[in-house]
């Protein structure tokens, strides 16, 4: 399924969030379960499915990695069923440093300010990554679209950073 | 309807009046409500009171429900059944923190509780049953006539076997439920309509038994459910066992009799409620041969109950994080239940979200009268439904994998209705059946889960080792209940799934109780299947003619012929008294339209995005 068609909106990584929303809340008002509760059972049926279908897609559209994936996809590139392996040695060191520092909070004299700086740290190369993935995305090439599933892989490394991090956070104030 | 759109200001049918009725079904309370001359109001009973305390008592011959039940509490304390929505849903083994909390005797019925009482033994479906139908009765003695339509509350926190327990409940009660709702969304409906509030707000819902807290975002008429947490085993009942146990302290009874703990329940509630208004409360209670007197001061009551409060405060916390947002985004806070009363419970709400929470509505009714605003939408006495309500789901749905481990399939407040598919090979050769094992939760492990229904696949067709690709479907309705589709993917082979609920009643079983209750034995049970078909036979040709109405168009002329002339068939049999034949047509004219359905479905959506074209963007 096409899930900017179904929003009528152009397939590109550049996407009006907002126009999104009301989109998505246009499509849920007519289709939401609650609008045919007086419908014949397959209605009823039908009107689950099709929400279902209608919350997907927005949830795949919302999140940059999952709408790149998507864009990705409808262009023929599956990255779930790709087994690449990491080249970029400095990309690897990176992570590895990041490990150290997300290990080493618990320890250190001022935890906040460490997790203020890791965060700072983190924003700002996914900052870098999802700006480059935009520019590869739009190129529309499929070396451009390999390249791009890269960025994509990175990426999810500093989103999982990020989760590790907020978790650690957590149960600091816990 | 065939998924018919109404279009602003020409609505579908001149439309008459439904009755319709919102039912808060607590652990303490329940009540009535319904939307009368456009103001949503509790129903009071014939002796003039709306509250209804969910009380049960069985005597040999004869069901009380409510305040009578509740006077014989300390009498017949082991066939009076209070707090039975705690057992809703629930595995008998994980009811033994309970076991002596309550008077009555809890059982083992095959895995599930069950009470055991004068009249034999009861499942918490039956009990519930009974409230319902109490309640079900003040509506249709009140309004003259039987109900269209319900519309049950249960905690944001209710899981899928808890939800289920409900709605056969409701299914025995001879009730048609049109939508399960979270209780803190229908306390924010309750206000939102009222004041046309906009913004990210928390509904802080102490019970009786459940605590809940959810954050929603209002905009537009929208009601988004951003995430919800809490805790199914904390509300006000805990605070009494706080204040009993302290009492025991005082008067050096370890050990109570179920009657004398009745005693010194109804006292510790007194004392919650007195400490509201006073600084100390003085108490009286018997002691072995004499009768204790002793005080308690608000500090020392507060004392006590910080501890429960905290635990609410930090569910607050998570609850934020879950939606990512801070204290500060928050605009309003609700108040929904009657522990929300403790002065307590108050300032600690307002110190953690920095706002004075809204207390405006009785927080006792406040649920009710949401449930009745959304009830009287869904019968469709509004004729324009302005309000959406987007739900998430509570707790995450996973599956069982090697090793005991759980892997998600669709995570804690998803936007449901969701669907997810999952696939699976086989491992051996020839391999025609597959088990999978649905849990719900946040851990890791599936025993830390709660195990919702063991699913087994059959049919498989038999394929080499790995050949076969299983399909399986996992979808979540608007309600929060689970249902479970498989298909084999190289032969489209629909492989049969057994479903074995680990903590609820098979279709089976309900079917059973419901011919052996009170209820239906006067009534002929093949009439009201047969009755079911009609009005099933009914709708669908309602909406069926409503589509060729709107959008013929969209069919050849080969295709309308086929159609009508399912349509007259269905409309004769109809007619008559043969069960199986109305479904049966019921079930072709459905196979006939299906196309026509998914059709109007694409025309609508691009209707619906209309004034939106790509080239403008």
Do not use: W
Not at chain 2, 183 to 206: F, M, R
Request: with cysteine; aromatic share 4%.
């Amino acid at each position: 399924m096409n899930y900017f068609q179904l929003f009528n909106l152009p397939a590109k990584f550049d996407l009006d969030l907002t126009e999104l929303g009301s989109r998505y809340l246009k499509l849920q008002k007519q289709f939401h379960p609650d609008q045919h509760s007086s419908g014949s059972e397959r209605d009823k049926l039908l009107a689950v499915q099709q929400t279902a279908n209608i919350n997907d897609a927005y949830h795949s559209l919302k999140q940059p990695l999952l709408r790149a994936e998507h864009l990705l996809a409808l262009r023929g590139l599956k990255i779930s069923h790709e087994q690449r392996s990491f080249t970029d040695p400095l990309f690897l060191m990176q992570q590895m440093e990041l490990r150290e520092q997300l290990a080493e909070i618990e320890q250190s004299a001022d935890p906040d300010a460490v997790i203020d700086d890791i965060e700072r740290q983190l924003q700002q190369q996914k900052k870098q990554l999802l700006q480059q993935l935009a520019t590869a995305l739009d190129s529309e090439t499929a070396e451009q679209d390999h390249l791009a599933a890269d960025l994509i892989r990175k990426l999810k490394f500093f989103f999982k950073l990020q989760q590790e991090l907020e978790l650690i956070e957590q149960q600091l104030q816990d | 309807m065939l998924l018919q759109i109404a279009e602003p200001g020409q609505s579908a049918a001149p439309h008459q009046h439904k009755l319709a009725a919102g039912i808060d079904l607590g652990t303490t309370n329940s009540l009535v409500a319904t939307v009368r001359s456009g103001e949503a109001k509790t129903l009071v009973n014939s002796q003039g009171r709306d509250m209804l305390p969910s009380v049960v008592r069985y005597t040999a011959d004869s069901v009380v429900v409510g305040y009578a039940a509740m006077a014989a509490a300390v009498d017949d304390a082991e066939n009076t059944i209070v707090s039975v929505k705690r057992l809703m849903g629930k595995g008998y083994n994980e009811t033994l923190a309970l076991k002596d909390k309550v008077p009555y005797q809890l059982i083992d019925q095959q895995g599930l509780v069950a009470i055991n009482t004068v009249q034999g033994v009861k499942n918490p479906v039956e009990v519930s049953a009974e409230i319902l139908a109490t309640l079900a009765n003040t509506a249709s003695e009140t309004l003259g006539g039987e109900l269209n339509g319900v519309v049950i509350t249960v905690p944001a926190y209710f899981d899928d076997a808890q939800r289920q327990a409900t709605k056969d409940a409701a299914k025995l009660a001879g009730l048609n439920v049109m939508r399960l709702l979270n209780e803190p969304t229908a306390a924010a409906l309750a206000y939102g309509l009222d004041s046309g509030q906009e913004g990210v707000i928390a509904v802080y819902d102490l019970g009786g038994g459940t605590f809940d807290i959810s954050i929603l975002r209002l905009r537009r008429g929208v009601f988004e459910v951003l995430a919800t947490g809490g805790d199914s085993a904390l509300g006000g009942d805990d605070f009494d066992h706080a204040i009993v146990s302290y009492l025991q302290q005082q008067t050096g009874e370890a050990q109570l009799s179920h009657q004398a703990m009745r005693q010194y329940l109804t006292t510790a509630r007194n004392i919650k409620e007195q400490l509201t208004g006073s600084d100390t409360v003085s108490f009286s209670l018997p002691v072995t041969g004499s009768q204790f007197s002793g005080t308690l001061s608000k500090a020392e009551f507060e004392q006590l109950i910080a501890p429960l409060v905290k635990k609410t405060i930090r569910a607050c916390r998570q609850v934020l994080r879950d939606a990512g947002l801070t204290s500060d985004d928050i605009v309003k806070v609700v108040m929904v239940g009657g522990s929300t009363r403790v002065p307590l419970v108050r300032s600690e709400v307002a110190t953690f979200f920095a706002t004075e929470p809204l207390t405006s509505i009785d927080p006792d009714k406040v649920v009710a009268i949401g449930a009745a605003i959304q009830a009287n939408v869904l019968v469709g006495n509004k004729a324009e439904g302005d309000t959406l309500l987007l739900d998430v789901i509570p707790l995450s749905l996973g599956l069982e994998t090697m090793g005991g481990l759980t892997e998600k399939i669709i995570p804690r407040n998803t936007v449901i209705p969701v669907a997810r598919a999952q696939e699976f090979t086989t491992f051996k050769d020839g391999q025609t059946a597959m088990a999978l094992h649905v849990v719900q939760g946040e851990r890791e492990l599936v025993e830390d889960c709660r195990s919702l229904a063991r699913f087994e696949l059959r049919g498989i067709p038999p394929l080499p080792a790995g050949g076969a690709h299983i399909r399986v479907t996992f979808q979540v309705d608007a309600d929060g209940l689970l249902s479970v589709t498989a298909q084999e993917k190289s032969t489209g082979v629909q492989a049969n799934i057994q479903v074995k609920p680990s903590y609820g009643l098979s279709d089976d079983q309900v079917a059973t109780m419901l011919k052996g209750s009170m209820q239906y034995a006067r009534q002929d049970m093949q009439l009201r299947l047969l009755r079911e078909q009609q009005v099933e036979a009914e709708r669908v040709l309602e909406a069926v003619s409503q589509a060729l109405k709107a959008d013929a168009a969209l069919l050849s002329a080969q295709e309308l012929t086929t159609i009508n002339q399912a349509l007259t068939t269905l409309a004769s049999v109809k007619q008559g008294d043969d069960t199986a034949a109305i479904k049966a047509a019921i079930e072709h004219t459905n196979t006939l339209t299906d196309d026509f359905a998914a059709r109007r479905m694409d025309k609508s959506i691009r209707s619906a995005l209309t004034g939106h074209n790509v080239d403008e963007v």
